[in-house]
């Protein structure tokens, strides 16, 4: 046997396995994106990924990584790495836009961030860091702009960021009830229009 036919070997059942886990994550993410994950069993999981819930079982061993799985697919897709500096508004507002063409993951997102409120729920911690890191990454994008004189005078860098934060969870979520009422990046875009002062 050639190295090359044993790696093709060793490649075949890890890319199939690689495959399987993720369609799994997908379905879970369909799963609980509609029904909560309090709502979402594994054996809808199972059904939605057209196998066996001792075949996803296999791959994930519980509900709670599930969970993680289709955080993590949801995170792969929307959370882009956004712009810095100069670029940061635009890049804001580009992302708002690719979301709404990922209507699903944003209501995975609403779902479980909702529910993560609770002190029992399992994605708890992934949504406590989340906002905390976001918190201080665009705290840190407005001190930039601070720095160069284009945040708007009185406005303090920390709580903008702490709002842009707050204002795109919630218009997310009014996007997915009135979809064609609610302009998401529009509104975004606004908002910084607001605090941002254009370049001279």
């Given at each position: 046997?050639?190295?090359?036919?044993?790696?093709?070997?060793?490649?075949?059942?890890?890319?199939?396995?690689?495959?399987?886990?993720?369609?799994?994550?997908?379905?879970?993410?369909?799963?609980?994106?509609?029904?909560?994950?309090?709502?979402?069993?594994?054996?809808?999981?199972?059904?939605?990924?057209?196998?066996?819930?001792?075949?996803?079982?296999?791959?994930?061993?519980?509900?709670?990584?599930?969970?993680?799985?289709?955080?993590?697919?949801?995170?792969?897709?929307?959370?882009?790495?956004?712009?810095?500096?100069?670029?940061?508004?635009?890049?804001?507002?580009?992302?708002?836009?690719?979301?709404?063409?990922?209507?699903?993951?944003?209501?995975?997102y609403?779902?479980l961030?909702?529910?993560?409120?609770?002190?029992?729920h399992?994605?708890?911690?992934?949504?406590?860091?989340?906002f905390?890191?976001?918190?201080?990454?665009?705290?840190?994008?407005?001190?930039?702009?601070?720095s160069?004189?284009?945040?708007?005078?009185g406005?303090?860098?920390?709580?903008?960021?702490?709002?842009?934060?707050?204002?795109?969870?919630?218009?997310?979520v009014?996007?997915?009830?009135?979809?064609?009422?609610?302009?998401?990046?529009?509104?975004?875009?606004?908002?910084?229009?607001?605090?941002?002062?254009?370049?001279?």
């Amino acid at each position: 046997m050639t190295s090359n036919e044993s790696g093709r070997r060793r490649r075949g059942p890890y890319a199939k396995s690689a495959a399987r886990r993720e369609q799994i994550a997908q379905a879970a993410l369909q799963v609980f994106g509609a029904r909560g994950y309090r709502g979402g069993t594994v054996q809808d999981v199972a059904d939605a990924a057209g196998m066996s819930q001792t075949s996803v079982l296999h791959h994930y061993p519980n509900k709670q990584e599930l969970l993680i799985a289709a955080l993590k697919r949801r995170d792969a897709v929307t959370d882009g790495t956004p712009g810095t500096g100069e670029c940061f508004a635009q890049s804001i507002v580009e992302q708002a836009q690719f979301n709404e063409g990922a209507a699903e993951l944003i209501e995975l997102y609403a779902a479980l961030c909702g529910e993560s409120t609770t002190s029992d729920h399992p994605a708890r911690s992934y949504f406590e860091a989340r906002f905390e890191r976001l918190r201080g990454e665009y705290g840190a994008e407005f001190e930039y702009m601070k720095s160069v004189g284009r945040l708007r005078p009185g406005v303090d860098p920390h709580v903008a960021g702490a709002s842009l934060l707050a204002l795109w969870d919630g218009i997310q979520v009014q996007w997915l009830l009135s979809p064609d009422d609610v302009d998401m990046a529009g509104t975004l875009k606004a908002y910084l229009d607001l605090v941002i002062l254009p370049e001279s």
